[in-house]
């Protein structure tokens, strides 16, 4: 497998000076959907990405197959047809624009990037999320190639192979237990001798014959020519390092939602996440959020361009209503 690679036509400059309908901070799947839907109902729509491409998350697998439609498509062609599609609809997206400040209050919100700053009636929350890492020799190296952030993405591809898995929570069980239908055995690598974990998960893992737990133990370097084949290990209780041959490291120890920003300006979660009502509407009036920022249960891109649909048709919604107010009030 490899990483996203591909090229678009540049984008159009977009103008600083003008106010936009409704600006949309990330090109992931979330917010290229929230652009599309908004750049339809024919408002002026920019999205704002901070990296040379869009893709957000599944910049960090190579092939998807659980979007609906497609059994089977790289990652790179997905994110392409995305940016396009939103283009297609008048869309603007500006890339390597990263926003440093937001002022989310009032009719007018600003947005303010490292070159430039923007107007808009209406801004959608799409900043994504980033995974937490090991931060050991090779992750980097090999992520796509053996190190994932996300069984449910990539379990299929190694169908009876054994693989590791590093956490001891419940999305590092619960994704254990998804991996152990494709892999002929799972390593829970684990640094504990006990997992915090629902108690439910445990049982289920413990019961589950096709998982070993290597208690006390944590991952020291990741190991591979093209892709991944092997791991060395540190058993803390034994002080004692090995080797051990391996065709992929599932790597559970948490996400981190990109909400530094607008934290203390919109009403987060106990884990950071941007809370929201059904419309994905945030506490501010305007202010709208989706995808993996968002709080909620499942990351997938089929749940972020679902969430990103309804933030960009209600972001649309509002901005409609604000300017049929503005015109009724004028005329009277």
């Known amino acids: 497998m490899g990483t996203l690679s591909f090229s678009l036509a540049k984008p159009a400059s977009s103008k600083k000076d003008e106010e936009w309908d409704v600006i949309v901070i990330g090109a992931g799947p979330a917010g290229l959907s929230a652009a599309l839907y908004a750049a339809r109902a024919k408002l002026k729509t920019l999205v704002l990405e901070k990296e040379a491409l869009p893709g957000g998350q599944i910049a960090l697998t190579s092939d998807i197959e659980d979007y609906p439609g497609f059994e089977r498509i790289s990652a790179s062609k997905l994110a392409e047809a995305f940016a396009k599609h939103a ?7 500006a890339y390597n624009e990263e ?3 937001l002022n989310l209050e009032g009719d007018v919100k600003t947005v303010k990037t490292t070159t430039s700053e923007y107007k808009a009636r209406a801004v959608v929350l799409a900043f994504g999320a980033h995974y937490r890492e090991l931060d050991v020799p090779g992750e980097r ?20 192979k054994e693989v590791i898995v590093v956490g001891g929570g419940n999305s590092a069980l619960d994704e254990s237990l998804y991996i152990s239908k494709f892999a002929s055995k799972v390593y829970i690598v684990h640094r504990r001798d006990a997992f915090r974990a629902d108690k439910v998960l445990q049982e289920r893992v413990f019961a589950n014959p096709k998982i070993e737990i290597l208690w006390n133990t944590v991952v020291k370097e990741i190991k591979g020519k093209d892709e991944v084949n092997e791991v060395v290990l540190y058993n803390k209780a034994e002080d004692k390092t090995y080797t051990k041959p391996i065709s992929a490291v599932f790597i559970f120890i948490g996400m ?7 934290e203390g300006k919109v009403e987060l979660d106990e884990r950071k996440h941007i809370r929201t009502d059904a419309f994905m509407k945030t506490n501010i009036e305007g202010v709208f959020a989706c995808g993996d920022c968002r709080s909620s249960p499942l990351k997938q891109v089929a749940t972020a361009v679902g969430e990103g649909a309804t933030a960009g048709h209600f972001a649309a919604q509002y901005v409609e209503e604000k300017k049929y107010k503005e015109e009724k009030a004028n005329k009277s």
Do not use: H, M, Q, W
Request: proline content about 5%; aromatic content about 14%; glycine content about 10%.
């Open 256 to 262: 981190i939602p990109n909400t530094a920003l607008v």
């Open 141 to 160: 190296e090999f992520v796509g190639k053996g190190v994932s952030y996300c069984g449910v993405c990539d379990a299929p591809f190694y169908k009876d």
């Open 99 to 101: 926003v440093r400040e």
């Open 87 to 93: 283009a297609s609809f008048g869309a603007e997206i």
